[in-house]
């Protein structure tokens, strides 16, 4: 069964730092994986989004690197900016069914001014 | 290009009663997906819909049911509501077929049961 697991749940930084946002997930035997930003109460945003055959997305400050043999995946922000406060999710979508995709538990970033 | 949205922004209901919620399709997209996110937690996935039909589900009771209308829009219907059911519910809407079948959200539906 395919978990997936962020660390740390909850992170406060001051503004300007760089940081990475840690994610885990069991089988690797996935088709893809995403990145997505949540504001309180509010739905989901994509950011990056890896293919199973890639190992590395850019889209602005942000950052994120796959390892599919060792199920690992890392969501680097740059230049952290207060804007960039909100609760940061992963997902997988499983080659056994990919219709579904199974979060892990997010963490929340605050970035202080 | 019109997004994923989802009605009612926020619910109210008591133990026992049923609730409908809705989420319509982004512009040319062919399925919908269902989550739950309780307080704190990462969404789960409940069902996705394909052509009208159920095309996969998650370790959710039968009082969990959907529909996919012609026009991809789609409904989510849960019966005897329990106090466990209060979470945000969200609507995903992608494209079969695509290159990298991105999923993409609606705002969500609050749902509290009391």
């Known amino acids: 069964k395919q978990e997936v697991t962020q660390i740390p749940a909850a992170l406060s930084v001051p503004e300007g730092e760089n940081l990475v946002l840690n994610c885990s997930f069991t089988?690797?035997?996935?088709?893809?994986l995403q990145w997505f930003r949540q504001d309180p109460g509010k739905g989901l945003t994509s950011l990056l989004l890896?293919?199973?055959?890639?190992r590395e997305q850019t889209s602005g400050r942000l950052n994120a690197s796959l390892d599919k043999s060792s199920g690992r995946s890392t969501l680097y922000i740059a230049a952290s900016q207060p804007g960039d406060s909100a609760t940061y999710l992963c997902?997988?979508?499983?080659?056994?069914?990919?219709?579904?995709?199974?979060f892990g538990q997010g963490t929340t970033l605050q970035v202080k001014p | 290009e019109t997004g994923v949205t989802q009605s009612p922004t926020h619910l109210i209901k008591t133990r026992g009663q049923q609730v409908t919620l809705r989420c319509s399709s982004q512009s040319g997209h062919n399925t919908v997906s269902w989550y739950q996110q309780a307080l704190g937690q990462g969404p789960q996935f409940i069902f996705q819909y394909y052509r009208e039909e159920e095309n996969g589900r998650g370790n959710f009771p039968p009082r969990f049911s959907g529909l996919q209308f012609p026009n991809y829009s789609s409904e989510l219907n849960v019966n005897a509501l329990e106090l466990d059911d209060s979470a945000l519910y969200l609507c995903?809407?992608?494209?079969?077929?695509?290159?990298?079948?991105?999923?993409?959200f609606g705002p969500g539906t609050r749902l509290t049961v009391l």
């Open positions: 995903a809407s992608s494209l079969v077929g695509s290159r990298y079948n991105e999923q993409f």
């Open positions: 089988d690797s035997a996935i088709y893809n």
């Open positions: 997902a997988v979508i499983p080659l056994s069914n990919t219709g579904k995709l199974i």
């Open positions: 890896i293919q199973s055959s890639q």
